[in-house]
T-cell receptor, first 113, second 115 residues
Framework: AQSVTQLGSHVSVSEGALVLLRCNYS??????LFWYVQYPNQGLQLLLK????ATLVKGINGFEAEFKKSETSFHLTKPSAHMSDAAEYFC???????????WGAGTKLIIKP | ETGVTQSPTHLIKTRGQQVTLRCSSQ?????VSWYQQALGQGPQFIFQ???????GRGNFPPRFSGLQFPNYSSELNVNALELDDSALYLC??????????????FGPGTRLLVL
């Protein structure tokens, strides 16, 4: 079965510290992978996506993610956290369906001053 | 260029009632997808509409139905509401049905509470 697992429903880091949000997927076909961010009372905004080509993908707001096929992972990182990064982050992928994304449960990122 | 808009923003209904949620897609987008996001969970795909036809459906019962209009706006209808239907309902529009290759633009959602 196709699925996405995000490790940690909550991740807390200090301002200026490295952000690492983990995402592992299970898919029978090469996946297209996405990270979305959701700020309180707002819709989802695309941070970055991997379809084909370079496995290190850069997104908005200084975030990047690396597709590792051998580990079936697509972890999201940012070198230095900012207070404005506090939000919920969702990993998603398109598997063998052309019309839907399969989503993880989300990770709430908390930034400590 | 206007983004994706949804109405209403909040809604309270009672069990057994019917509800209609509305979505206006981004200019130039002919594809609308609907998602249900329960509290503390990721979005679950309900269905997608492309050029006024249902293009795909997730694991939701028939009491969840939809429409897409010639201007590509869309409605989500839910009949016989149940308590578990309480959730944030998100609409997303895209240039074409292939969500994997195109960016979906999400609206702010409609929060539905069923009592």
């Amino acid at each position: 079965a196709q699925s996405v697992t995000q490790l940690g429903s909550h991740v807390s880091v200090s301002e200026g510290a490295l952000v690492l949000l983990r995402c592992n997927y299970s898919s029978s076909v090469p996946p297209y992978l996405f990270w979305y961010v959701q700020y309180p009372n707002q819709g989802l905004q695309l941070l970055l996506k991997y379809t084909t080509g370079a496995t290190l993908v850069k997104g908005i707001n200084g975030f990047e993610a690396e597709f590792k096929k051998s580990e079936t992972s697509f972890h999201l990182t940012k070198p230095s956290a900012h207070m404005s990064d506090a939000a919920e982050y969702f990993c998603a992928f398109r598997g063998d369906s052309n019309y839907q994304l399969i989503w993880g449960a989300g990770t709430k990122l908390i930034i400590k001053p | 260029e206007t983004g994706v808009t949804q109405s209403p923003t909040h809604l309270i209904k009672t069990r057994g009632q019917q509800v209609t949620l509305r979505c206006s897609s981004q200019s130039g987008h002919n594809t609308v997808s609907w998602y249900q996001q329960a509290l503390g969970q990721g979005p679950q795909f309900i269905f997608q509409y492309y050029r006024e036809e249902e293009n795909g459906r997730g694991n939701f019962p028939p009491r969840f139905s939809g429409l897409q209009f010639p201007n590509y706006s869309s409605e989500l209808n839910v009949n016989a509401l149940e308590l578990d239907d309480s959730a944030l309902y998100l609409c997303a529009s895209s240039l074409n049905p292939s969500a994997g290759l195109e960016t979906q633009y999400f609206g702010p959602g409609t929060r539905l509470l069923v009592l």
